[in-house]
């Protein structure tokens, strides 16, 4: 199984999702992020931060070689650690 959705809409790629086990759904990483093409070990250049102005529900991370480090902003119970992508 793949680690990475590419997400496709009138045949133009339009990014790339992976699902957020702490958030408990997926990312969406456009073109502003550099994607290395790896499925199994994705990396993405720069952190994703979701809900940047809501602390009840903020997710901020960096995806590198299959793995999603999880910042200390975070609000969820994986704030702080590193853990394996799951497949999509």
Request: hydrophobic share 35%; aromatic share 10%.
């Amino acid at each position: 199984m793949s680690k990475v959705m590419e997400v496709v809409r009138d045949g133009v790629v339009e990014g790339h999702m992976i699902f957020c086990p702490g958030c408990k759904s997926g990312h969406l990483f456009d073109h502003r992020w550099h994607f290395n093409g790896d499925l199994e070990k994705p990396t993405f250049d720069g952190s994703m931060l979701v809900n940047a102005s809501d602390p009840e529900t903020r997710c901020h991370s960096y995806v590198r070689d299959g793995m999603i480090q999880f910042v200390t902003d975070c609000a969820h119970e994986l704030k702080g650690q590193t853990v394996a992508l799951e497949d999509f």
